[in-house]
């Protein structure tokens, strides 16, 4: 089976404008806000196109960011290598801090937890977390109108909670949650007119089909669903819940 990773992360749309918009820079800076006092060397882990890495490096810090992007790193400004999160070419205890963010939701069963241990390895003294907060998988899917297959169309993989965080990492204690912008949620009958009744997909520009390779993804056709739940929006009430959520760990024996 071919592997479309490398084609989809190597898309200049997805890493062109590297603070393109608010929420973006909300969610890089109170990351940031969790960096600890002691650090000085910093390692990104799937840095992408540098939003995080880049304040930091600007900001002092020894930074080194890797990623599985050439496309992405082109905009990196620090130290930078082509790597995977799962096989990290440093010695152990090399860096302060490790960082993750927005990262562990895309991998594979596989490669999530090798990555874990990776970040443990390569740490001598925190790890930091950023990821979604509790999403809703469905609310990203898209479908090919090539081979039919549906899939998510930013790659995500799995939900994270505070019980996840809390169960990460073997030899590193979770010290601080925070929750990062708050935005309005989907209610329930708006889900069930969209998904359930409406079948309901995202269009996206940079979505490509992990199946076929295809980007002729789903296109919305309007209908009375979509109409119901457009009314829905004004009627029934959306709670507000947090987009990302980020945790500092330390290692353990440490002070």
């Not at 880049?54 to 496309?71: A, M, Q, R, T």
């Not at 809703?136 to 081979?147: A, M, S, V």
Request: glycine share 6%; aromatic share 12%; proline share 2%.
């Amino acid at each position: 089976m071919v592997d479309y990773d490398q084609e989809y992360y190597g898309q200049k749309g997805l890493w062109k404008s590297p603070l393109s918009s608010k929420i973006v820079l909300e969610r890089v800076n109170k990351t940031i806000s969790l960096v600890p006092k002691d650090v000085k060397t910093v390692l990104e882990v799937g840095c992408g196109n540098g939003q995080l890495i880049n304040k930091l490096h600007k900001g002092g810090f020894d930074c080194y960011g890797v990623d599985v992007s050439e496309e992405g790193l082109k905009y990196v400004k620090c130290k930078k290598k082509l790597m995977n999160a799962d096989y990290l070419y440093f010695k152990d205890n090399s860096f302060d801090l490790v960082i993750c963010s927005d990262v562990l939701e895309h991998l594979s069963l596989e490669v999530y937890k090798k990555t874990l241990d990776e970040l443990m390895r390569v740490s001598k003294k925190y790890i930091l977390i950023t990821t979604p907060y509790k999403q809703c998988l469905r609310e990203g899917f898209t479908k090919c109108q090539d081979c039919g297959t549906i899939y998510h169309a930013n790659r995500d993989l799995r939900i994270f909670n505070e019980n996840s965080y809390k169960s990460l990492f073997t030899n590193f204690n979770l010290k601080k949650l925070i929750y990062i912008n708050k935005e309005r949620k989907q209610n329930w009958f708006e889900k069930f007119l969209r998904y359930r009744l409406g079948n309901f997909y995202i269009e996206s520009d940079v979505a490509l089909c992990p199946a076929c390779g295809s980007k002729n993804n789903y296109r919305q056709k309007y209908n009375l669903f979509s109409l119901l739940s457009a009314l829905s929006y004004r009627i029934i009430p959306r709670r507000k819940k947090a987009r990302w959520i980020s945790g500092i760990y330390k290692i353990q024996n440490k002070k």
